[in-house]
């Protein structure tokens, strides 16, 4: 039987309780870089397209090239990947808002934060954490805490530019940041699991330009949407 063809009896047994595996193949690849980092990378991408659970140690260990007990030696268990892989994806999705704060006005903020949404989707992914949420009994309480971990932190970014929008007066002035903040993350993460349905790519700033236009003035004017 192929790597890629193991049971779900076998998976389960090796995924749970394999023993630590050997040093043999621990070694840095021709690339140049450790093996753990391109483990993490293959995780991320087949977490990202078919979920946690679609995927077993054999499959990854034969989308790296390497042998799953070598997976063992730095995940003993799936849980352990799992809850790095949310750690250094929430850690990233993080930064990447936050590399939005130098944008004074709130609407191109909040229109730019989509994007990184779009961007997600283009890639034919879903957003690691949000996509968790459907595997909530499968992802450990490691997993878990990442997860919320992440939610809270994206609301309380949501909550905090829309708070700077109603100082700049873009917004109307009995606007509920953080029952708004809400509203816009799940929006954005549902646009991505609808993709999964949708043979288009759905454009996140386009939902959160339908999203502006209900709490923006009139006289304040359209909202601008890069098509970039």
């Not at 352990?80 to 704060?101: C, H, M, T, V």
Request: glycine share 8%.
């Amino acid at each position: 039987m192929r790597a890629g063809q193991t049971s779900a009896v076998q998976v389960r047994r090796e995924d749970a309780a394999s023993p630590p595996a050997s040093r043999g193949d621990d070694t840095a690849r021709s690339s140049g870089r450790p093996i753990r980092e391109e483990i993490l990378d293959a995780a991320r991408e087949l977490a990202q397209t078919v979920g946690f659970e679609a995927f077993s140690y054999a499959d990854l260990a034969e989308r790296v090239g390497i042998r799953p007990a070598s997976i063992h030696h730095h995940f003993r268990y799936k849980h352990d990947l799992i809850a790095e892989l949310l750690r250094r994806y929430r850690l990233e999705f993080g930064q990447n808002a936050n590399g939005l704060n130098a944008i004074v006005s709130a609407p191109d903020r909040l229109v730019a934060y989509a994007r990184l949404f779009t961007e997600v989707s283009a890639q034919g992914r879903m957003c690691l954490c949000g996509m968790s949420a459907g595997e909530w009994s499968s992802i450990g309480d490691a997993g878990r805490e990442e997860v919320t971990a992440f939610l809270s932190e994206q609301r309380r970014w949501l909550t905090a530019t829309l708070a700077d929008g109603l100082n700049q007066a873009a917004f109307y002035d009995d606007l509920e940041a953080s029952a708004q903040a809400e509203v816009m993350l799940v929006a954005l993460e549902g646009a991505l699991l609808l993709a999964r349905a949708r043979t288009e790519t759905p454009d996140a700033t386009a939902v959160m330009k339908h999203m502006l236009r209900m709490i923006t003035p009139s006289s304040s004017g359209p909202v601008p949407v890069s098509r970039g």
